[in-house]
């Protein structure tokens, strides 16, 4: 396909959503200048036509470029100012934009809204913002298809649509849009709700007979987010409401967003009008996060959750959890729930076992070897001396060595004070296994951990971290 072919193709296609005569006005004489190594840079006549569709059309373009052309992964917009009134090569046909009607949007006089009440902001849940989503590469373009609906809602992708597998972040964005609207335009009505919550007021009133004040309700809404619409399938008269509701709010320019398991023209038991309506915005698939992202992400929920973990932990989890972010997150929760009880903290073994609990399905570990189940038989001072250094990632010969580093010198205490308390060996076979220390360091080193232990957290929980690694 040359450059020209794939211009209009992509033109084309954005036709229904910008309306034809605004792809004439503003991409009469932008061209693509050329496609290297996936980066499609995109000429423009002037700086304000540059600005104009970074702001209001880059993510559909790339989008839509992505749809037609599969080596694409960027988009550059460039001003060319020959473009401006001079014939090009790659410029599109006009004929094929020019005479046709023009989509209208009919707004509303902006007329103070009227608050409902409770409804607004309740159904937010605080945590689930844009800001704390981490998108990686995957989640880019939703990510960002979020941010400029928040930035001027009922203005650009309208109706936005999520669809993707569950447990991949799609409630916390739409959420996080609701949020996000509601900070930058305290004065607007936004709400969140699920489908089944819709179909529930539906049905109420019908029951009721009160349908008039049904609708009246939602009229006064300024962005409509209504999450697993999934749900509405093979329910006619739900589905025929909230064609009504979406239309008037659709006509008024309010915002509507939504998500779903499967985008629009998959979607089962719904009336065509509806697909066909859900998918005339902006329709984005929301992915699962590669290994550095799920990383990420588990970073980003230590650090609300306002504890530290052992990188090497995080990075086994991300590593061998992989089929969505939720079972991530309930993963790390576990282990971290797990480890404040007994008072330890979490291990690669502790978190084998949760994964091995939580997940269904036969559980091999990638990338390192674990054993679980077998628990581990401790029979001498070296048996010992190995769990520790493994546990502290302090090489072997530096615990039995003469470092006196204080990341060596309290792993090695805290290995004197186990093999006394669980091997019960004498203070001068322990010294002995220590480059021959005298019996009185060992001792020395045993009284202090057996202290520490009664002050220390931090300690207490190490040692009651290894003394479940020895199976004791
Ligand atoms: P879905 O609605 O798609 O089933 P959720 O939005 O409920 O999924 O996400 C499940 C959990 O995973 C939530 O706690 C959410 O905060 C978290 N989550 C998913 N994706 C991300 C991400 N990219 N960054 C941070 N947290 C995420
Ligand atoms: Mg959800």
Redo the contacts with the bound molecule.
């Keep these: 396909m040359d450059n020209k072919t794939l211009w209009e193709g992509v033109l084309t296609r954005l036709a229904p959503q910008i309306g034809k005569t605004t792809i004439f006005s503003l991409f009469k004489d932008s061209i693509i200048k050329n496609i290297e190594h996936g980066v499609v840079t995109v000429g423009v006549p002037t700086p304000i036509t540059l600005n104009f569709i970074r702001d209001r059309h880059e993510i559909r373009l790339l989008q839509a470029l992505k749809d037609l052309c599969s080596e694409v992964k960027q988009l550059k917009l460039e001003v060319m100012g020959s473009l401006a009134d001079n014939e090009h090569p790659y410029k599109i046909d006009i004929k094929l934009f020019q005479d046709l009607n023009a989509r209208k949007i009919r707004k509303l006089p902006n007329k103070k809204e009227v608050m409902i009440d409770g409804i607004r902001s309740k159904m937010f849940n605080p ?2 913002t844009l800001d ?5 590469q995957e ?1 880019q373009l939703s990510h960002a298809a979020c941010k400029a609906v928040a930035a001027k809602p009922g203005d650009i992708y309208n109706p936005l649509f999520l669809y ?10 739409l959420q996080g849009v609701g949020l996000e609207i509601l900070k930058n335009f305290p004065d607007k009505n936004v709400v969140y709700m699920t489908s089944e919550r819709f179909m529930n007021e539906i049905v109420a009133a019908i029951g009721k007979k009160h349908t008039a004040s049904f609708k009246e309700k939602y009229r006064k809404v300024d962005c409509f987010i209504v ?1 697993d619409v999934q749900f509405f399938g093979n329910k006619a008269s739900t589905q025929q409401e909230f064609f009504h509701t979406f239309n008037e709010l659709y006509d008024a320019g309010k915002q509507i967003v939504m ?1 779903s398991d499967k985008p629009p023209r998959e979607l089962d038991g719904l009336e065509e009008r509806l697909k066909s309506r859900f998918g005339m915005g902006m329709v984005v698939e ?1 992915l699962l ?1 590669d290994y550095e ?1 799920r990383l990420a ?1 588990l970073n ?2 230590c650090r609300e959750h306002q504890t530290l973990i052992d990188p090497e932990v995080l990075e086994f989890i991300a590593f061998n959890v992989h089929r ?3 079972e ?2 309930g993963i790390l929760i576990k282990t971290m729930a797990e480890a404040k009880l007994a008072e330890t903290t979490p291990t690669i073994k502790s978190a084998a076992r949760a994964i091995r609990t939580l997940s269904q399905d036969e559980t091999t570990f990638k990338g390192i070897a674990v054993d679980i189940d077998k628990s581990v038989v401790v029979r001498s001072c070296d048996d010992v001396i190995d769990i520790v250094a493994d546990y502290f990632k302090v090489p072997k010969t530096d615990l039995i060595g003469a470092n006196r580093r204080k990341e060596v010198m309290v792993p090695r205490q805290i290995s004197m004070y186990l093999i006394r308390h669980v091997l019960d060996q004498s203070y001068e076979t322990i010294g002995e296994s220590f480059s021959g220390r005298n019996h009185t360091t060992v001792l020395h080193a045993y009284n202090k951990i057996a202290t520490e232990l009664e002050k220390d957290t931090r300690i207490k929980r190490d040692v009651n971290a290894l003394l479940k690694e020895m199976g004791v």
Excluded at 164 to 173: A, I, V
């Design positions: 945590r689930y704390n989503f981490i998108p990686g989640n993707g597998d569950t447990g991949l972040g799609k409630t916390h964005l999450d998500s929301v996060p992202t992400i980003e929920k969505s972010v939720r991530l997150e």
